[in-house]
């Protein structure tokens, strides 16, 4: 491990801070590629058509990620105040452990989604205080390229459990499992996973930047939070980064979301859906390291926007997406740049913001991030049920209501490029008037 943090020139905070990358993204993982297709294997066993599947996940993601809004940036100004952050952390990082490992204990298609929701939750949550530790445990001229690093080696580090878990779920029969005590195991093994990846960061991490409380932290909490909004909207180039996160991240969040629960609805081969997201993490391994280096050289607002056009072709690629060879091409570009857009966005408000206010601002980036991922698998699942079993045709092309609510997304990357363009000339302005 030593060598290995030597290797990729970090310091052992830096290197603590990154393993929690490695630890959740195999919950990420699990969500994304496995848990959908088990899902599915419930709700048909229950009588539910596709369509009604892929609606419902749909919305158990959506209402995960309102809830986690509602209170991210509550608990993001709590996290400001001394001695706070690392415990709400640890908090939200159990709960969604725990509601991982209890993901086997589910008895229907809807239990199992309520226990999801809860996992989703403390997952989502953990991440507001993770992120605000960036500018505590790094500096500004690294923030980049360790941001980058976490994301990458996130990447790679989560398809050591998710192969073993999918040798379990796979070859159950060959190991005496039924499929359902192979999923148990699963469960429990990307649990302990993202525990003890957690570990190191738990034991070294010392809040450094911070605000001091007094009197009640909660209802301090509320009215420094209030007082963010009011200075948020005066520091423009900040709201405008936020509102144009809004959008953008939308698009993202929704395409790695339901990738796998959308390919399954198009009637595409379980195993080759999944393998073909084993490949995702494979290539966003060293495109985020590179995007990290780019940065070095690059504006990154540029980059960010050079994603930002990607995904909105991924999105148009998407909507004609018929058979599983298409969908091994979008996992592909997908793992091009999914890591780049999301470190780059982390560390881009990370180097505007005051690190002993980091806990608020990533709350509030929390309610925008966290609105949008609501919005999209909304959106989709929306468009989906509104036209229910009909088709509409399109230069020669049958399209249903997930490629039609796909098609959505451009339109999210669009406002969201025009928005970071202001929020960045913003920005620079800011920075030269200071200088």
Known sequence: MKKLQKMLNLTLQEWNWVLY??????????????VPIYFGSLTSAAGLTEDQRFAYWGYGLSIATIVVALIGPICGTLADHRGFKKPLFTACMALGAVGCAALGAAWSWLSFLAIFVVA???????????????????????????????????????????????????????????????????FCLTAAWWVLCTLPLLKSYRQRAFVEHTGNSLLGS??????????????????????????????????????????????????????????????????????????????????????????????????????????????????????????????????????????????????????????????????TDLMGNHTVHFFGAELKGQNVGVGCLVVLFAIGFVLLTKADRLNKERRTAKV
């Not at 990358?21 to 496995?34: E, R």
């Not at 993770?130 to 990447?155: C, F, K, Q, W």
Request: one cysteine or more; hydrophobic letters at 50%; glycine letters at 10%.
């Open 120 to 186: 989703k939750i403390g997952f989502s949550s953990s991440l507001v205080f993770y992120d605000a530790m960036l500018p505590e445990i790094t500096t500004e001229e690294r923030m980049d390229n360790v941001s980058s690093m976490g994301y990458a080696l996130g990447y790679i580090g989560s398809v050591i459990p998710f192969v073993a878990c999918l040798v379990l779920v796979l070859n159950a029969q060959g190991f005496g499992l039924t499929t359902g005590t192979a999923m148990v195991m699963a």
């Open 222 to 383: 509320f009215r420094r939070l209030g007082k963010t909004f009011r200075e948020v909207k005066k520091e423009k180039h900040i709201f405008l980064y936020l509102v144009a996160f809004f959008f953008f991240i939308d698009g993202v969040y929704t395409i790695i979301g339901m990738a796998t629960t959308y390919g399954s609805s198009l009637g595409l081969d379980s195993t080759g859906l999944l393998l073909a997201l084993l490949v995702t993490q494979i290539v966003a391994f060293p495109c985020s390291i590179l995007f990290g280096k780019l940065s070095n050289r690059y504006d990154t607002a540029l980059l960010i926007k050079i994603c930002i056009v990607c995904y909105a072709g991924i999105a148009l690629f998407g909507v004609f997406l018929q058979s599983l060879w298409q969908f091994w091409v979008l996992a592909v570009v997908v793992g091009m740049f999914q890591g780049g857009i999301q470190a780059l966005s982390r560390s881009y408000l990370g180097k505007i913001i005051p690190a002993e206010r980091s806990g608020e601002y990533f709350g509030l980036m929390d309610i925008f991030g966290k609105g949008a991922d609501a919005m999209g698998p909304a959106l989709v699942a929306l468009t």
């Open 21 to 34: 990358d490695i630890g959740n993204s195999a919950f990420i993982l699990l969500v994304t590629a496995i």
